[in-house]
């Protein structure tokens, strides 16, 4: 199956019941499979009127008690951005699906790109934290979007699956595994009665416990700024204390989040670090790399944010240049150059986007770093 | 001395559905809202249904804040997002009732496009438009209710924009159920949000409420009692009219009145069905066997 359809059936395996969706290239399939599937497993598919609509209505389903989701790309991911940042502000899990294609604005639809990976750390207006993972093959579109909603679940917030038209639209074997082996988190429900319940009293991991709609509870959800029990208050002391637990919460368990792969990494000179598509045009880079008797390694980013901040750091100080690929003309990149605070050469491989990166770009790259450094 | 006002002895009927612990409210003294929503707890409590099972949506706005007093599951969204968040709301938890309640600018003019499209879908939701002509929150800005020749911050000259009819185009996009009132006719609002929460469909009700405070404020009617009595003189209840002759004229007379109230499966009648086969072929939508006819019959019952 398509990498699209993967998510799909990663979704439902996950536990997800609902999607809004609204058509759009290359993420259509997304919505042209749950559209089926979540009719036979009880589910519930609406196309809404525009992607503004679907992002509220999966944070409404959220909190009706189903898992929701969405899916699509650049100019409905930039729509989404309003109610995403309702999402981080209410604590509210869900997952969104944006399969990369090549912009500003129209752009190339049909094309891929990585352009919006800034957008999805920083598109909504405020402060906060965010999930992301990046897959890289139909496969990972499976396992990575059962993550994405188990971290949703955990963590209590949007959690963004950083896809491309290519990993969307390619064909390949997808392995599903039996029902009781994939691991399906659900969020934590209040233990204490409505009375003594406040919506968000963090438990000691930073997160609240969640009741849901009809629960009981007669609770207020707010996106203006709000204490514990959920009230608004305008001040600075709350607006404080709010976005720090929404950020650290994120933050202090960065580490349990973050999830990469290491291709020959031990005795590695020179390393790709590399997300999504462009991670698979590097990991041949490396293994011809290799064979031409260069050390390089691959470090392929599975979370994109949080940023592995302090795995870069590290890896700054033991190999002599870090080399990275994206379809953008600079943005991850930024993230490694600051993480690896001149330690090593740090060298962008990119272009806008409309095509994917070749094995061969990377491998030139790699060998004038490993001449440079 | 201490400022602090005792508690009086004897509860307010609607303190177990109010959150007694956020009052004194925002709204301005002569506002309309505090009474449209002192008729959605009536209404509430007339209906006698588990209240976990009522939801309030709200979106921005002096209106939107009305979620944020209701002591039941309520929610405060963005600006013109409630429909949509009401719809994911309703449609992950069928067995309650939703409320959309919020504000002419916040519904129609932001959320205008969610508005026809619930509509259409004819989703199971109670919309209540607290219409006050303008954007109050925000000190008093032309909003799509906004008379022709209005005075707001943004036509200080009069406004040259025609308003929408709420209530006609409620009915255009396939609202089961439209009315009219003013915050003055409590009795009839009432009865109007308890039939429009016991409609299955889209039901809207607009009410016209005063804002004294801002577009008062730029047209000469900066009294709360003036803008009432101007109410008061003007609104004439033509019942069951076509809401497309229910128009407001500020000169001669402001029409209300229960004008739709009609039978239409909802989203989930037809989903259910679709989900089951009983659409048929289209486009004779014929059932295709009698097994599937009975179903048919079956879900569009209410």
């Avoid at chain 1, 999830?259 to 670090?273: P, Q």
Wanted: include cysteine; glycine fraction near 10%.
């Amino acid at each position: 199956m398509n990498g699209d359809e993967a998510c799909c059936e990663g979704a439902i395996a996950a536990g997800c019941r609902f999607f809004g969706g609204y058509p759009i290239t290359p993420a259509t399939e997304v919505a042209e499979r749950m559209s089926r599937r979540l009719p036979e497993v009880g589910g519930i598919y609406i196309q809404m009127e525009d992607e503004m609509a679907s992002m509220a209505a999966i944070l409404g389903a959220s909190w009706g008690g189903m898992k929701a989701m969405t899916s699509t790309s650049g100019p409905g991911f930039s729509l989404m951005m309003e109610n995403l940042g309702l999402g981080y502000c209410t604590e509210t899990p869900c997952v969104v699906c944006d399969v990369q294609r090549a912009g500003p604005s129209t752009g190339l639809p049909t094309l891929v790109a990585q352009g919006d990976m800034m957008q999805a750390r920083w598109g909504a207006h405020g402060h906060y934290e965010t999930i992301a993972v990046a897959p890289a093959s139909p496969q990972e579109m499976f396992d990575f979007t059962v993550r994405a909603f188990n971290l949703s679940e955990q963590y209590r917030l949007p959690v963004l699956i950083m896809a491309d038209e290519v990993v969307g639209h390619m064909n390949e074997r997808v392995v599903i595994p039996p029902e009781d082996q994939i691991q399906v988190k659900n969020r934590k429900k209040p233990k204490k009665t409505a009375d003594q319940y406040l919506p968000y009293h963090p438990d000691p991991d930073g997160v609240a416990p969640m009741a849901n709609f009809g629960d009981g509870f007669r609770m207020h959800v707010t996106g203006l700024t709000h204490d514990e029990r959920g009230y608004p208050v305008m001040d600075a002391a709350t607006q404080e204390q709010m976005v720090a637990r929404l950020v650290n919460k994120i933050r202090d368990h960065a580490d349990q989040i973050m999830s990469y792969d290491a291709v020959a990494m031990d005795d590695a000179e020179v390393a790709v670090v590399a997300y999504g598509i462009s991670a698979r045009s590097a990991r041949r880079a490396v293994a011809e790399a290799r064979s031409r008797g260069l050390r390089a390694g691959l470090i392929k980013l599975n979370t994109v944010w949080p940023f592995p901040e302090k795995m870069i750091r590290d890896l700054a100080g033991r190999v002599r240049a870090m080399i990275m690929p994206e379809l953008n003309l600079g943005q991850m990149v930024l993230e490694v150059e600051r993480a690896a605070a001149g330690r090593c050469l740090v060298r962008l491989v990119s272009h806008a986007g409309g095509t994917i990166i070749r094995p061969a770009t990377i491998l030139q790259a790699l060998e004038s770093a490993r001449k440079e450094a | 001395m201490s400022t602090k006002k005792e508690k009086p002895a004897l509860p307010h009927p609607h303190d177990e559905l109010l959150r007694t612990d956020r009052i004194p409210h925002i709204w301005c003294t002569g506002c309309g809202i505090g009474t449209v929503f002192g008729c959605v707890l009536s209404a509430i409590q007339k209906l006698e249904i588990p209240l976990d099972d009522v939801a309030m949506v709200s979106g921005i706005g002096c209106s939107g804040r009305m979620a944020g007093y209701l002591k039941l599951d309520s929610f405060h969204t963005t600006h013109g997002r409630a429909i949509p968040f009401a719809t994911g709301l309703k449609l992950a938890r069928p067995q309650s009732r939703v409320i959309v309640a919020s504000g002419d600018g916040d519904l129609l003019a932001i959320g205008g496009n969610h508005f026809i499209h619930a509509a259409r879908r004819n989703m199971d939701l109670t919309v209540i438009c607290v219409n006050n002509f303008n954007y109050g929150m925000t000190g008093g800005q032309l909003g799509p209710s906004t008379p022709f020749g209005a005075r707001t911050t943004t036509s200080a000259s009069g406004c040259s924009e025609e308003p929408f009819n709420f209530c006609a185009l409620a009915a255009a996009c396939g609202a089961v159920y439209v009315a009219r009132w003013t915050s003055l006719h409590i009795r009839r609002l009432t009865s109007s949000i308890t039939e429009a929460m016991n409609k299955r469909g889209f039901s809207f009700v607009e009410v016209l409420t005063p804002c004294p405070t801002s577009f008062g404020r730029h047209n000469k009617m900066r009294k709360p009692l003036e803008l009432l009595k101007f109410y008061h003189e003007r609104a004439v209840i033509r019942n069951n009219i076509d809401p497309k002759e229910a128009t407001l004229d500020f000169k001669k007379n402001l029409v209300v009145g229960k004008f739709v109230d009609i039978e239409r499966p909802t989203f989930l009648d037809n989903y259910q069905l679709m989900v089951r086969g009983g659409l048929g072929d289209w486009p004779n939508l014929e059932p295709r066997s009698a097994g599937e006819e009975s179903s048919r019959q079956e879900c569009l019952l209410p």
